[in-house]
């Protein structure tokens, strides 16, 4: 079993910045794989922010391209979403996934 470990959330105001990180647990399990940031708003369903293949072809929500930026660093083992200019319709619950696995989930609060 593999456990992805989620940090980087928190509370900024609107415009701010954030950058969450995932890893995988398990030592010798590779993030070159298809790997995703999703994330659940109260009251919404989970959705889709962006996701990357193991090839490295990425994907973003519409209401996110532009300001968040999906990436790995091979060397660390990490996957991370670089998020800018937040808006308060970013706060959710955001979870990363990779391969099979998921993240427990990590909250972002956008808010003056």
């Known amino acids: 079993q593999v456990q992805l470990l989620e940090s980087g959330g928190g509370l900024v105001q609107p415009g701010g910045s954030l950058r969450l990180s995932c890893a995988p647990s398990r030592r010798g399990f590779s993030i070159i794989n298809n790997m995703g940031w999703y994330r659940q708003a109260p009251g919404k369903e989970r959705e889709l922010v962006a996701t990357m293949t193991a090839g490295g072809s990425t994907n973003y929500a519409d209401s996110v391209k532009g300001r968040f930026t999906i990436s790995r660093d091979n060397a660390k083992n990490t996957m991370f979403l670089q998020m800018n200019s937040l808006k308060p319709e970013d706060t959710a619950v955001y979870y990363c996934?990779?391969?099979?696995?998921w993240g427990q989930g990590i909250q972002v609060t956008v808010s003056s």
């Open positions: 996934t990779l391969w099979r696995y």
